[in-house]
Each structure stands twice: as structure tokens, then as C-alpha cells.
């Protein structure tokens, strides 16, 4: 017994330091904000414990479910875009004389400053008095629900792509030429060696990407901000924008405390039954 506890002592010295500060930026913030949703607290008078009081009033809330729709909306039209788009664009570059300039360029958004980001693209894709308007015909998304969703969407997407690209083509590094050589011998066509031979090993990669790109969407919240603030008519108005009304425009910190608990355990349960959904296709 002596022995494997002597070899394990070293490896859990050199984890301590990763596992405090994990614990100290990451597991006390989350029990604060636990301790937090239990209070009645304008974040300037004196904290009142409510108990449950704050979660029973949110699932009552009309505003929250509407939110947790737009935001669903949301994570329907980008995620399947992000991972597809994703993988489309790593399989067109991969082997191409441009591949690493055209990674560099897709990667580049993600590097430029949210602010600059979102002011240029109001900017260029203003309705009434943006560049881009001058020229085309651009959706009047400062105005229609369908539209400005649509934008945040295509934002998001723009910011966050090329990530998605790198990781793809990262996979799609990893798998051996020869099986896809073995593919074409034995008469297989393009689409049957991708279906049959890149598809099933790029699935980590595709798990890896739902995941992140589900954090994104529930958890989005810059964009929306930035650029329309909820609206039209609360048309944009996802979770993330809705905890930002909740603790400080409305200045009900203990509700949003629950509300960010929910968003959470939101986040878990999707980004749980993705994984295993993905993993019960192998």
C-alpha cells in the first residue's frame, strides 16, 4: 500500500497549484454566486435570504422563457453553420497553395477587438446610412426581429469561424492518407471516402466544436449588446442580455445571480447530451 501512495504523492504535489487556482477563480466565484441567488439584493441596500424565492420567480417569468427561446433560435441557426462551415471550409483548404493564408485570414476577426468589430460593422451594414448600403440592398435588421437575429448570427459566426477551421483541419491532419488510398483502390468515390473513412475519424473534432459552439450560444451576450441591444422588440434578447437587464438595469443582483445558475446548468445539460449523443453514433 505503501508504494503506490509514494508514487502518487508526486503527482499530487504538482497538481496542487493547478487545482487551487481552479479552485480559487473558478470553484469559489461559482459558490458566491450560488450564495447570491438566495438573496433579495440591490447590490447597494442590505441582502435579504429568500431561499428559493428567486429561481420560483424566474420560472414564472414570461421574460425569461421568451429569452431562453430567442436564445434556442439562436443556437439552432449558428451552431449547425459554425460546425458544417467549419468542416466544409478546413476539407476545401486542405492540401491548397493558399491553406495557411487563407487559415490567416479566416483566423484574423477573432484576433481585432470586440469593439472595433461590432463598430465596424455597424458601420458597413447600418440600413439606413452604412457603406455597405450604398451599394446594396441591406435587410432593415434595425427594425425586423428575423433580420437583426440573422446579423448577430452571421457576427458571431464571422468572429469565431476560423477557430472552428483550425481545429477541423487540425483533425483532418491527423488521419492517415493511406486509409483514404485504400478507399479509392477498393472503388470508392470522394463522397463515400469522406462518408466512410474521414467522417467517422473527424468525430472529436465535431464533438469538440458542438461544445464550444453551444457555450457560444448560450452564453452570448457581446454581440447582441454591441449591436442591438435586445432588439428589435426584444428579438435578440438571449439569456446572456437578459441576465445583463436583470442585475444591472434593473439592479436585482440576486435574480441575476439565478439567472446565470440556470444558464449554467443550461449549458451542462446541452453541451452533456450533445457529447453523448455524438458518442452513441460511433
Do not use: C
Not at 470553484?27 to 447597494?44: A, C, I, K, Q
Not at 441557426?77 to 495557411?100: D, H, I, N, Q, T
Request: proline share 7%.
Amino acid at each position: 500500500m505503501g508504494k503506490p501512495w509514494g508514487r502518487r504523492l508526486p503527482l499530487i504535489l504538482f497538481s496542487l497549484p493547478a487545482l487551487g487556482t481552479l479552485g480559487l477563480f473558478v470553484l469559489y466565484p461559482f459558490l458566491d454566486v450560488l450564495r447570491f441567488s438566495t438573496w433579495e439584493w440591490s447590490g447597494l441596500s442590505e441582502p435579504k435570504p429568500v431561499g428559493l424565492k428567486n429561481y420560483a420567480h424566474l420560472l414564472q417569468d414570461p421574460a425569461f422563457w421568451g429569452s431562453l427561446w430567442v436564445t434556442l433560435k439562436f443556437m439552432l441557426l449558428a451552431l449547425p453553420l459554425f460546425v458544417g462551415l467549419s468542416v466544409a471550409l478546413a476539407l476545401a483548404l486542405e492540401g491548397a497553395p493558399y491553406e495557411r493564408l487563407a487559415k490567416s485570414l479566416l483566423f484574423l476577426p477573432g484576433l481585432v477587438t470586440l469593439g472595433g468589430a461590432t463598430l465596424s460593422w455597424y458601420t458597413l451594414f447600418t440600413p439606413e446610412y452604412g457603406a455597405l448600403a450604398q451599394f446594396l440592398p441591406v435587410p432593415p435588421w434595425d427594425r425586423e426581429g428575423f433580420w437583426a437575429l440573422a446579423v448577430v448570427v452571421l457576427f458571431t459566426l464571422w468572429r469565431h469561424l476560423g477557430y472552428g477551421v483550425l481545429v477541423a483541419s487540425a483533425r483532418l491532419k491527423a488521419i492517415p492518407k493511406t486509409l483514404l488510398e485504400a478507399a479509392y483502390v477498393d472503388g470508392a468515390g470522394p463522397f463515400e471516402a469522406f462518408r466512410y473513412v474521414t467522417l467517422p475519424l473527424l468525430k472529436p473534432a465535431l464533438a469538440f466544436l458542438v461544445v464550444v459552439g453551444t457555450v457560444l450560444a448560450l452564453q452570448s451576450y457581446s454581440a447582441v449588446f454591441l449591436l442591438t441591444r435586445g432588439g428589435p422588440f426584444g428579438a435578440t434578447r438571449v439569456l446572456g442580455y437578459y441576465l445583463y437587464e436583470a442585475g444591472f438595469e434593473n439592479f436585482r443582483l440576486g435574480y441575476a445571480a439565478a439567472v446565470t445558475v440556470v444558464i449554467l446548468l443550461l449549458t451542462l445539460f446541452f453541451a452533456y447530451a450533445q457529447l453523448r449523443l455524438l458518442r452513441s453514433e460511433d
